[in-house]
């Protein structure tokens, strides 16, 4: 049934850190290899050694340049996927029931035998969170891989999603956000964590950390080079040159 | 949002076929015999030949019938059987008119009401998309309203009713030109929202996410033809509003007349039903660069 179940105690989700993320496309890639492999169709690519090629991804890292009032422009890089919404828009626009969201646990999964490809849900979410296969025909979407984090065939320190498991810097953190007390609870409240687009009325359950305020840029350690006056042969040649 | 060949004939032809149903329904016109095969059979043919070409933009058109099962949460699910229930509800009046008889009023008043719910399903799947702000407005529903209504009454040859709608249905197309342009802006969607960076608005995208085409800027992030978006929209309003009205006005409302009427008034609902999609702008767009005046990829 597409209808939303009532609030999980418990909700899974990712809190995504915009300060540490160095923008390096690990989390990309290990989640377009987990979800080869495993867990519903494929992510498949098209015209992969061509000229054009494309493909499917659940996880996409943009970059941003944002600029303060004073001192230098900032790079930040943007991981998006499924932010596993409360109220998850795509969940109640599909007509056959193929796309859910767990009772259980609050992850939003696609039952692929189901899914009649009509697109609508990838329409319904404002993030671009999921894309259509063309080989399968069928929506992907982020499974938080709950493939792994149940997986008791997994030694414990890999039963997180892949692109947490991968992540060289530690800006991705998987966790319990429906327990305040949990690590994700507590490195939200900390740092400010936010939803995106809280406008949509979608209730994300993933967060972001915004970057940490920098101090004011240090003065580039070349500049008091610049003016410094030139003396001996040097300055005899800069007196020279001025009159000529 | 992507034009798709295959949704706009749906809609468009549906629409028409659900206007024709519903008028015939209703007892607009007394036809028995041949000439109720061919009405009633123009009827069903447009409405069929649309929800059949319907399948053609799934995934997996085999598991279409998965659509009837979430008819409480989804308005997909609801045209799925609006369509249907409209479909097999008026078969019995459509028959009876072919064998030179007529059912008493409810059978047809009761078909009429699950075309009008068909149309209406059709549109609320566009206007319920919060995150399609141009759509997200009254005038989506008021829209495939009118276009069926007024199609149905130009083919069931009511020349002076599909007058009046001509009229209508010009208004609804200026007045939803004109709202849905200011829709994106009233929904405050920017960048900041959408990443939360640049609280005072010095965003802008500084590397794509990737530099080839995917399912996203091909489905939501389309910037084709918004060029010609002006000119179109004086066409639209012209073919599929004006020159029926003046024709349906002025010109004997004879068969071969109507057929013409019809044919401009489809040729105006086409080009309506294109830019309906192609000046449709998905707020996943901002993560990719779009309204910020940024150097935004350009994909076509």
């Known amino acids: ?79 998006r996927s499924c932010l596993h919404c409360e109220d998850a828009p795509c969940v109640t626009v599909c007509p056959t029931g193929a796309s859910y969201k767990r009772a259980e646990d609050g992850i939003v999964l696609v039952n692929e035998d189901a899914c009649i490809g009509c697109g609508l849900c990838a329409w319904a979410c404002p993030y671009g969170a999921r894309e259509l296969d063309p080989s399968a025909g069928v929506m992907k979407k982020c499974t938080l891989c709950v493939d792994r984090i149940y997986n008791e065939n997994l030694p414990e320190v890999d039963r997180v999603p892949a692109c947490v498991r991968t992540c060289p810097t530690g800006a991705r953190h998987f966790g319990d956000l429906g327990d305040p007390g949990s690590a994700v609870s507590r490195l939200v409240a900390e740092r400010g964590g936010y939803d995106l687009m809280p406008g949509m009325g979608t209730k994300p359950v993933n967060k972001y950390l915004p970057p940490r305020k920098k101090g004011a840029a240090p003065e580039a350690p070349l500049s008091p080079l610049i003016d410094t006056p030139a003396t001996g042969f040097a300055g005899w040649l800069d007196r020279l040159l001025e009159k000529i | ?75 997909l699910s609801r045209e799925a059987w609006a369509s249907a229930g409209a479909l097999l509800l008026l078969a019995p009046v459509a028959l009876a008119a072919v064998m030179g008889g007529r059912l008493p009023g409810h059978f047809g008043l009761v078909g009429a009401v699950a075309c009008l719910i068909a149309v209406v399903s059709t549109a609320m799947i566009y206007a319920q998309l919060k995150t399609v702000p141009r759509w997200n407005h009254w005038t989506t529903p008021a829209l495939f309203l009118a276009f069926a209504a007024t199609s149905g009454a130009i083919l069931s040859g009511q020349a002076r009713i599909a007058a009046l709608l001509c009229l209508a249905l010009g208004g609804v197309l200026i007045l939803a030109f004109r709202l849905g342009d200011g829709r994106f802006a009233a929904a405050g969607q920017t960048l900041t929202t959408a990443t939360g960076l640049g609280q005072d608005g010095r965003v802008r995208q500084f590397a794509p996410a990737h530099t080839g085409p995917n399912y996203l ?78 150097p935004g990829v350009r994909w076509v």
Request: net charge neutral; aromatic share 12%; hydrophobic share 50%.
């Open chain 1, 1 to 79: 049934m597409t209808a939303l179940p009532p609030p999980s105690a418990k909700k899974l989700g990712l809190v995504i850190d915009l300060d540490t993320c160095v923008g390096c496309q690990a989390c990309v890639t290990a989640c377009k290899g987990w979800n080869d492999q495993g867990y519903g169709a494929p992510l498949s690519d098209q015209d992969a050694y061509g000229s054009e090629p494309c493909g499917t991804f659940l996880n996409r890292v943009h970059g941003y340049e944002v600029s303060p009032e004073a001192g230098p422009a900032e790079i930040v890089n943007f991981p």
């Open chain 2, 1 to 75: 949002m992507h034009p798709a060949p295959s949704v706009i004939v749906f809609t468009v032809l549906s629409g028409a076929g659900f206007g024709l149903l519903a008028f015939l329904a209703l007892g607009a016109v007394e036809v028995y015999g041949p000439a109720a095969f061919l009405l009633w059979g123009v009827g069903y043919g447009l409405t069929v030949a649309g929800l059949f070409v319907s399948a053609f933009h799934l995934g997996n058109p085999s598991r279409a019938l998965r659509a009837f099962t979430q008819w409480r949460t989804s308005w």
């Open chain 2, 217 to 294: 800027t091909r489905e939501m992030i389309h910037v084709v033809g918004r060029r010609h978006a002006m000119r179109l929209r004086v066409v639209a309003v012209i073919f599929a509003s004006l020159l029926p009205f003046l024709g349906l006005l002025v010109l004997p409302p004879v068969l071969p007349v109507m057929a013409a009427v019809f044919a401009v008034h489809l040729l105006g609902a086409f080009v309506a039903r294109w830019l309906f999609f192609a000046e449709a702008e998905h707020v996943v767009g901002l993560y990719y660069g779009q309204r910020q005046g940024g």
